[in-house]
């Protein structure tokens, strides 16, 4: 009698404990929104007028559409929207004016704000695949508030979610097909057609995302001998993969393009920016991964009809159990060397101005990759291969500083926990061990392809592997949550809950700056003064330091009318009586270069100069100034430690260089 009466009360006390964490991560999944929405379309780049303008000409007419420009879904999902959103703006409201909390009309606003809506609608897609992943046969309220939670606190993937630009949904679309995949693979769920689709998706969105369409098509060619028993078999199941994904992708292209409808020649014109990624790609990798599919689809039936023979029935699970924990050896070293040496390896010769020349030192056999994206990476080593190793390693060194501590703590316990949960559950590893598998795999692929590719990375571009990490920690983290005690599952959820709450807040508002306590403070700050060095690694800014400066003036600078000379963009949020005025040093490049320019700028009233991490790096002029100035700048953008932009009083300027 006794036990029939505690179960009822054992139960009513679990189903407490989780409703206490569902309303836990619930409250910091409310406030991670909010701060998407803070102090929007206020800090500037270039690449968001650029994409309003595109914006634009699309709602002024449909045909004037490039197709190698990208945005073509954010024309569909965001631009009439936001026309709708803005006339309604316009009404009550004049540029600049103050709407809510830090939030003022720009002619931004409007466009940043219905993509902020856009990007948590596929946010809370990107949750649930990966609980349907977890779970593929029921549904978990808590499991998928502690996936959205983790995932939408991923600093650099709020910041590109903030940014008018075709970032965000791209990369939303690709690690939904690659999820798809995954899910396809592992569950036999959706098919090709619904990864497909979303890889087009990605593409119309944004290019460079052919990428993981070709990966996703490498990746289901190399597994398929794996798991169909023939030759003959494996071949007609790749072909009929293939030709199904090809035709929807294309199918997708057409039927979201309406220019196409008109011109079909068109459709060449989506690829014609593709091989430009590819150029430090030599030809033998293709013959390798061609080689490697040959002898996937020739030795693995040969060894299959060999296999029950040879091998013990316990080797599937000896292999899981070994390459998961290899796993954890390699993530904790890779951890350690993060934390242990943080220099910088990477230079950059084609900034104009610093110590290098390319020619001197491919004179020397010293290796430099091919431009891609206005920048060359070395790492002065005589060996293409070397070269290639240290930048796999710095891409991973800069994700272990840009992803928050408990998510890092996530992704290193994921392969020890799913050992853990395997021992004693079985039925784990049969289940989860291929889904997670691949989730681990794709991103560790595209490092790889990466660093092949010499490409002049920083973790904006890093965000799709980011995310995919994360997602990884999560995956196992659920795991190991549903096979503790339910109040032991419970305090943890509250932990996460209260320590991303305190993430959603860090490195507020732009999040594309913020690093984790394991980046040495001291040694960032002084990249800005290193213009020999690819410093974009770690993020030195884009043009959100202007924001804070420009906070700054209007709150300490009583004197109306006030002039600053900015060194990138204006913050797109102007106070009255501030005026901005453009202080190009581009193509100065000595001495006598940064005098005249000061003296084209004092004739302008100019009152004060930023001068900006990003610009410091790549012009002579602006990092004179810093050498000599740094000490006396009346206010520096500095946010958890960093050093991003420094206001000088233009007096104190003049002073320092005397014409």
Sequence with gaps: ??????????????????????VGLAAAILLSIATYFSALSQYPTADQITTMKRLGAFLSDVKSIQLSDGSLISQLLIAFPAQRLDQALAHSYQLNDLIAWDIHYTPLLPFATIQVIVALAFLTYLAALVVRLWSPCGWRLNAFLLALLVIMNFPMLKGIAKVLKYDI????????????????????????????????????????????????????????????????????????????????????????????WLSPKALLSAFASAPLYFVNIKPSLAVFLAGLLALAYLGLPAARRRWPARVPASAPALAVTVLFAAVSVLVFAFGASAILFQSNVLFDPTIAGNDIDIDALRAQSIYVARPIAYSAITTMDHSAVLQHL???????????????????????????????????????????????????????????????????????????????????????????????AVPAAAAVQLAVAL???????????????????????PLENAAALDMNRYIWWTWPGWGETAYPIGQYIEKNVAARPVTIAFDYWAPFYQAPGLNWVSADFAKCQSMDDLKNRLQEMKAQSVDFQIISKNMSNRQWCLNAILKKMKDRAVFVDRQQGFEYGWLFRFSDVLEAFPR
Aim: glycine content about 4%.
């Design 1 to 22: 009698m006794s036990s029939a009466i505690s179960t009822p009360a054992k139960q009513s006390s679990r189903g407490a404990f989780q409703i206490f964490a569902a």
């Design 169 to 260: 949904l791209s990369t939303l679309f690709a690690v939904i097909a690659i999820l798809h995949y995954v899910g396809y693979r592992a569950f036999g769920r959706n098919g090709p057609v619904i990864v497909a689709a979303f890889c087009a998706l990605a593409y119309l969105e944004k290019d460079t995302t052919l990428a993981i369409t070709l990966l996703i098509c490498w990746v289901e060619l190399l597994l398929t001998p794996f798991v169909v028993p023939t030759l003959g078999t494996a071949v007609a199941s790749a072909v009929r993969f293939l030709c199904t994904f090809a035709l929807t992708f294309l199918i997708a292209l057409v039927l979201l393009v309406p220019k196409i």
């Design 390 to 484: 240290k930048v796999f390693w710095s891409m991973v060194r800069a994700i272990f500083y840009t992803l928050p501590e408990i998510t890092l703590l996530m992704i290193a316990g994921a392969a020890p926990l799913f050992v853990l949960v395997a021992r004693k559950d079985p039925s784990v590893a049969k289940r989860h061990a291929l889904p997670l598998f691949l989730v681990l795999l794709f991103p560790v692929a595209m490092l790889a392809a990466y660093a092949l590719a010499d490409l002049p990375f920083e973790p904006k571009y890093l965000v799709v592997v980011s995310l995919l990490l994360t997602i990884f920690g999560v995956y196992s983290t659920l795991l190991w949550l549903d096979h503790i």
């Design 499 to 521: 320590l991303m709450a305190l993430t959603a807040v860090s490195a507020a508002p732009s999040y594309l700056r913020y690093k984790n306590l394991l980046r040495d403070r």
